[in-house]
C-alpha cells in the first residue's frame, strides 16, 4: 500500500520463472560447453492499482481505457506513476536492507506495459477484464533526445579508455535529481549543496563561453540559498518555494554540464 495525501496505490510484485533457492554450501564448479546457452532469467511483473479510482461501473472504465490510449501524454503519465511507485518500494528495501546499491528503473528497461482495469480480486493477482499494452520505446522521447545531443557512448568509450576523467559533480547532480524526481526533497537539497560546491570547483573555465560564465555566476550568486535549502533539509521537509527554488537550481546546474558535453564533443 502506497500513500499520497489521500490517494491510495496498491503494489503487487510478482516473479516468474524464479530459479530455485540457492544451497546453504556452495557447490563445486561444473565444466560448462562453449556452446551452452545461459539460462533464461526470472521476470518480475508489477502492478500498480489506483485504487483511489475506484470505477462505480465497467462502461465507465471502459470508456477511460479509451481515452487514455489514445493520447500519448496520458500514456507517458500513466507509465510514469507507475515507475515511480515502483522505484518508491525499491528504495524503502534498499535503505531497510542497507543495501548501498539499490535499482532504479526506467521505461526502457521494461519488456512489456499494459494499462488496463479489472475488479479488486483481479488486480490483486496482476490480472485485469482489459488491457492495452503499449510500446514505450516507439516515438521520439525526451530521453532518446537528449541521448542524441550527448552521445553517451563515445563519452563511455573515453572515460573507459583513460582518455576522460568524469567529473565528482556529475555524480553528486545526478543523485540530486533522481531524488527531487522521486519526491525526495530532503535529500536532493543535501546532494545539490555538495554537488554545487563540487561544479564550482572543477568548472569554472571548462568553456570559453559567455552561457557557461552567466550561469557559473548565477549559481555562485545562490551558493547562500543551497546552504540553506540543505539546512533546512536537515529540520524537516521542504516548503513548496523552498522545493521549486530547489528545482531551479537543480536545472542550472544541469545546463551547465549538458552545454560542456555537448559543446566539447
Known sequence: MLRDGHEERVLVVETHGAPPPPRRKRRKPRAAPPDSEPRSLPLGRATLVRAFAAFDEEAAAGRWLERVTAEEEAIDDLVAEALTALNQALHAHAVASAEPHPQVLAPERAVAARLGYGSGQQVAVGESSEAREVDLR????????????????????????????LDVCETLLLRARADLDAGRTREAALQLRVGMEALLAELPGALDDPDHEADMAAIESRRSESVKLAESALSGDLHSDATAGLADLLSICERVLRRRRILSS
Open 138 to 165: 516507439a516515438g521520439t522521447s525526451a530521453r532518446r533526445r537528449r541521448d542524441d545531443e550527448l552521445r553517451p557512448q563515445e563519452r563511455v568509450a573515453a572515460v573507459l579508455g583513460g582518455r576522460e576523467r
